[in-house]
Nanobody
Framework: QVHLMESGGDLVQPGGSLRLDCTAT????????FGWYRETPGKPRQFVAL???????NYATSVEGRFSMSSDRTKGTSSLQMNNLRPDDTAVYYC?????????WGQGTQVTVSL
């Protein structure tokens, strides 16, 4: 069984940066890939970034060029570096892992971009 925990969420001004971290515990050898998603009240959870097994990383159009994802499956860790943050990046950010054909989610971490 795999458990995920996110950290790093905070209040930041527009144009600022934050780094989110995700740490997996349990059977980390069963993790196939990592992803990041975000959610705002009243809207569906939104894709942010995803790693593929061949090392490619796919980003949502809205964050491409501003966010950078890295992962290390052997260590069970993933990070999301967010630069040039905008108010519409405000959301709860969730780490996601593909484990044995299903998705495991963390509890989320709040990112608020505001003056």
């Amino acid at each position: 069984q795999v458990h995920l925990m996110e950290s790093g969420g905070d209040l930041v001004q527009p144009g600022g940066s934050l780094r989110l971290d995700c740490t997996a515990t349990g059977d980390i050898s069963s993790i196939a890939n990592f992803g990041w998603y975000r959610e705002t009240p009243g809207k569906p959870r939104q894709f942010v970034a995803l790693t593929f097994n061949d090392g490619r990383i796919n980003y949502a159009t809205s964050v491409e060029g501003r966010f950078s994802m890295s992962s290390d499956r052997t260590k069970g860790t993933s990070s999301l570096q967010m630069n040039n943050l905008r108010p519409d990046d405000t959301a709860v950010y969730y780490c996601n892992a593909g484990v044995n054909g299903r998705f495991v989610w963390g509890q989320g971490t709040q990112v608020t971009v505001s003056l």
